[in-house]
């Protein structure tokens, strides 16, 4: 009996650990999954971060603005070969394709953070605000991740 339940107990704590391993919001028909933002080193007041957004509805959806309380601003970029120049752009909103999906991620889209107020640091959860067209706000937990070496 008591073996029974700490079999359970051990089954429930593994499976909540499998989730937040691969933590996953769902807003309307959007699915956002692997929300990471990158460490500063110090002095830097910019980052950036990434995640895969998921539209399983049949019409398409916009993520129209970001914030986050401890930066000036973030924005939504796209990096892009311009000849043999990598070049980063603004974009006023980013499209979710009806039953599509978009990932930001290093060298193509992502979130840009300025004007930090404070480092992100490894361990650290930078909790940010997505706007989208349809599916409203969605408080999203990023997770840290130290990306030294990789350009931005
Ligand atoms: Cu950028």
């Not at 895969?52 to 019409?59: H, P, R, S, Y």
């Not at 990096?79 to 930001?104: C, F, H």
């Amino acid at each position: 009996m008591v073996r029974q339940l700490l079999v359970r107990i051990l089954f429930v704590f593994a499976s909540c650990s499998a989730l937040s391993a691969y933590a996953q919001t769902q807003a309307g028909n959007l699915q956002i999954s692997q929300p990471t933002v990158r460490t500063t080193s110090p002095g830097q007041m910019m980052s950036s971060a990434y995640l895969v957004i998921e539209n399983k509805g049949a019409t398409p959806d916009r993520l129209v603005s970001v914030s986050y309380s401890r930066a000036k601003e973030v924005q939504i970029h796209e990096m892009k070969m311009d000849g043999d120049k990598m070049m980063m752009r603004q974009m006023t909103a980013l499209e979710i394709p009806a039953n599509g999906s978009v990932e930001l991620k290093s060298g193509g889209y992502h979130l840009m953070m300025l004007g930090l107020q404070e480092p992100i640091k490894e361990g650290d959860s930078v909790k940010m605000t997505l706007q989208f067209e349809k599916a409203g706000k969605v408080d999203i937990s990023f997770q840290t991740k130290s990306m030294a070496g990789m350009k931005h």
